[in-house]
């Protein structure tokens, strides 16, 4: 059996390596940023002397990949559950407050669900199990209606990072079918207390560690050596590393690096939008109005606070047009929205730290969407991995984590796909179209 080059260190190439070092192989990461987490990771900033993350990441208890990941390395507790599920929201427009609770028969109940909405209007959400590929979250849950307001376009702008117009439809369905539309169970809120590196990376790159797999570092990989049907070689800052009949290679890169890196036409999706994240440092350690970790806004810029101590954070989804302003301008209209929300809107300007993901998501639209790559590619040794790959989700940290989990499993059952097909390695589940 041969080595396995893992291509990137983030929750996709980490995943993989898991399941990969728990399978008895030997695996080699190479990172080229100086840490592991790639675009969900913690850092110390020195303006607010806080460790901060890139951005505020919620998950959900439905993510199963997600959290099995986390327990195969010792850290099945690292994520706070809120419980029983609850998502809290404000209208800035209008200071209108209400929350979401989900569970056994909240429709029939008003005060658990959005104001204005009826029972039979939650079952619009089907038509997203059901829609084209080439229908985007629009075209499933037509604008119009205070559900759509309150409810369907701020979920679907944050979880796929897009305006609902834009975005494909099937991708937000499969979301919501292994969430919401599985009880409260499935979709109570998951945060990362400690910050992202702690809960989600920290303990991969340990149990990786303890178990003889190797993460290098400061290590890009800018070249993928093709001979036949094979990748021969790979170069690691120009230094060529030449692979042997067993060793494979799994790119986990971004998918605008992995374009620049396959050697041939394999569909990657151009980048998508933009998410800015404004950390504030207040006076004190501050709660939430509802005393919730976090809460939804509608009606301004802002559209999550969550607090964690005295650092207030500010998540903009979709945000081109926000991440184009400059840092203080941006500062300022995100503090007017949480100065707001918490009730003390003369309140000055604390330090803060705005953060602008430029690159947050590669492009969900149902274009892109429904012409994603497989796992397995056309060279033998050459197997993709990450956010932007076919594992029948969007661009989530769920989905990362199971398209590493594909892409093990690719290189595991090389040439036995038929048997994985038929359901003989039922740890992992297929999404409807095979990813692999
Ligand atoms: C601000 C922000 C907020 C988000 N919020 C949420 C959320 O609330 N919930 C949620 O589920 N998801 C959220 N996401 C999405 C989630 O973070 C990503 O989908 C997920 O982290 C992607 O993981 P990945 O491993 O596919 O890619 P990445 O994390 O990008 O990992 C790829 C790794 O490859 C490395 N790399 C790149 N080029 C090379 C090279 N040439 N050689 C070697 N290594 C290389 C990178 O440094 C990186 O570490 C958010 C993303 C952002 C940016």
Redesign the pocket.
């Given at each position: 059996m041969g080595t396995v080059h893992i291509?990137?260190?983030?929750?996709?190439?980490?995943s993989a390596a898991v399941r990969l070092t728990e399978a008895g192989r030997r695996v080699i990461l190479?990172?080229?940023?100086p840490q592991?987490?790639?675009?969900?990771?913690s850092f110390y900033d020195a303006t607010l002397d806080r460790v901060v993350d890139?951005?505020?990441?919620?998950?959900l208890s439905g993510?199963r990949s997600?959290l099995g990941y986390l327990e195969r390395v010792g850290a099945g507790g690292a994520l706070t559950e809120l419980r029983p599920a609850a998502f809290p929201f404000l209208d800035l427009s209008s200071g209108e407050r209400w929350c979401l609770r989900p569970g056994g028969m909240w429709l029939f109940d008003k005060a658990r669900r959005v104001p204005e909405s009826r029972p039979a209007d939650y079952l619009a959400a089907l038509r997203t199990l059901t829609a084209r590929p080439e229908a985007a979250v629009a075209d499933a849950l037509p604008p119009g209606g205070a559900l759509y307001d309150r409810l369907w376009r701020p979920l679907a702008v944050?979880?796929m990072?897009g305006a609902p117009e834009r975005v494909s439809a099937r991708l937000f369905g499969a979301v919501l079918r292994e969430t919401l539309l599985r009880g409260e169970a499935a979709c109570r809120p998951l945060f990362a207390e400690k910050g992202l590196s702690a809960a989600l990376v920290d303990p991969a790159v340990a149990w990786l560690d303890r178990h003889g797999a190797e993460l290098r570092t400061g290590?890009?990989?800018?070249g993928l050596e093709r001979a036949g049907d094979r990748i021969a070689a790979l170069s690691?800052d120009g230094e060529r590393i030449a692979l042997g009949g067993g060793d494979v290679v799994i790119l986990?890169?971004?998918a605008w690096?992995a374009a620049?890196?396959l050697p041939e036409a394999v569909p990657v999706p151009a980048a998508g939008r933009a998410?800015v994240?404004a950390h504030f440092r207040l006076p004190a350690a501050t709660a939430l109005p509802d005393g919730l970790p976090f809460l939804g806004l509608v009606g301004g810029t802002a559209d999550w606070l969550f607090r964690r101590g005295d650092v207030l954070s500010v998540?903009v989804?979709d945000a081109d047009a926000l991440a184009a302003q400059p840092t203080d301008a941006v500062a300022a209209t995100l503090w007017r929205d949480a100065a707001q929300a918490l009730g003390t809107p003369d309140a000055a300007l604390p330090p803060f730290r705005i953060?602008k993901?430029r690159r947050?998501?590669p492009d969900q639209s149902p274009v892109h969407a429904a012409n994603r790559p497989c796992a397995r590619t056309a060279l033998k040794n050459l197997v993709l991995?990450?956010?932007?790959t076919n594992m029948g989700l969007p661009?989530?940290?769920?989905?990362?984590v199971r398209?590493?989990e594909f892409a093990a499993r690719a290189v595991l059952t090389a040439g036995i796909t038929t048997f994985s097909r038929l359901g003989l390695f039922p740890a992992f589940t297929l999404p409807r179209r095979g990813p692999i």
């Open positions: 291509v990137g260190a983030g929750l996709a190439g980490l190479h990172e080229s940023a592991a987490g790639g675009r969900c990771r890139n951005g505020s990441h919620l998950a993510n997600l944050s979880v990072n290590a890009r990989v800018d690691v986990a890169a971004p690096i620049r890196l998410i994240n998540t989804s953060i993901e947050a998501t991995a990450g956010d932007w661009a989530t940290l769920e989905g990362a398209s590493g």
